[in-house]
């Protein structure tokens, strides 16, 4: 079977690696390289590094029909998509099979941050869908689909890598076939809306439970942090009094005052520092 592969995030490049031997992929198209991190240094994006440690060949349009004749002039079976970031729109829609790697038991969370959204929800599980593009954000149905436990202590940066995992799993399945496709239920429909600066924010009118769920979401990809700009990258609710929004020290222990509950904060990286646990950053800095 003749596959292409579009995908630009690292969860994509993680399914890229572990499904190439199964997908041999023609032709990996990601988005271009762009200036990222602290020092806004312009690199290609996980896919295309990852693409090219494999010997694969990439692509990296400003736009995706922009890679349209290519993927045109290799006639492929199949088109694999998974984390791309940016929508997929006529006429590849009408002229593939695209399947779609997503990283949720569709149809809950359809979107962007599927990932982050059901560990703030607090959902028991998760999983993974293998499902087949339609124009409607994530509405394609679904021929694969598997569901995988979120742990108390899971992060997005566990989480993903388990499913990233079973999504390539899942892939390899799917490409052998068969693929018969289900309509997802319009019922169980919820969505992931993609995140923005003001999910990072830890807000003391919150409980301290819906917190650490917060920090385990964005750590290690984005982070949150405490007003006044103090990133948390390892938290717990405790049972210790304090008031909300207040920042308190206690035993080398490091606090912030939720409602209800108080959040330890148990790693912390005070604004263009390093990471630290609480115990180093109370030896610097008063609380």
């Not at 984390?83 to 962007?112: D, F, K, T």
């Amino acid at each position: 079977m003749k596959t292409v592969y579009i995908g630009t995030s690292g969860f994509a490049e993680r399914v890229l690696a572990a499904a190439a031997p199964a997908l041999r992929p023609l032709l990996v198209v990601t988005r271009p390289p762009a200036a990222s991190g602290r020092g806004r240094r312009v690199a290609p994006t996980p896919v295309a590094t990852g693409a090219r440690e494999l010997g694969l060949r990439v692509a990296e349009p400003p736009r995706l029909a922009d890679a349209a004749e290519e993927i045109a002039a290799l006639a492929p079976d199949l088109i694999v998509l998974c984390a791309y970031g940016a929508i997929v729109r006529e006429p590849l829609l009408s002229r593939y099979e695209i399947v779609n790697v997503h990283p949720s038991l569709l149809p809950r969370w359809r979107g962007a941050a599927p990932i982050e959204r059901a560990i703030m929800a607090g959902d028991a599980e998760t999983g993974v869908s293998i499902m087949r593009l339609v124009e409607e954000l994530d509405a394609g149905p679904v021929c694969r689909r598997e569901s995988l436990a979120i742990a108390a202590q899971d992060d997005y940066g566990t989480l993903s890598s388990r499913l990233a995992a079973l999504g390539a799993a899942l892939l390899v399945a799917a490409l052998a076939g068969p693929r018969e496709y289900l309509a997802q239920d319009p019922a169980g429909v919820t969505y992931a809306e993609k995140l923005t600066a003001a999910d990072r924010d830890l807000d003391p009118h919150r409980a301290a439970e819906t917190l650490e769920r917060q920090v385990r979401a964005l750590h290690p990809h984005i982070g949150a942090r405490l007003p006044g700009g103090l990133g948390v990258e390892a938290a717990r609710a405790s049972d210790r009094p304090t008031p909300a929004g207040v920042l308190a020290a206690e035993d080398g222990r490091l606090y912030f005052g939720t409602t209800p509950g108080t959040l330890e904060l148990l790693r912390v990286q005070p604004p263009g520092r390093r990471a630290m646990d609480a115990a180093s950053y109370l030896r610097g800095h008063a609380v």
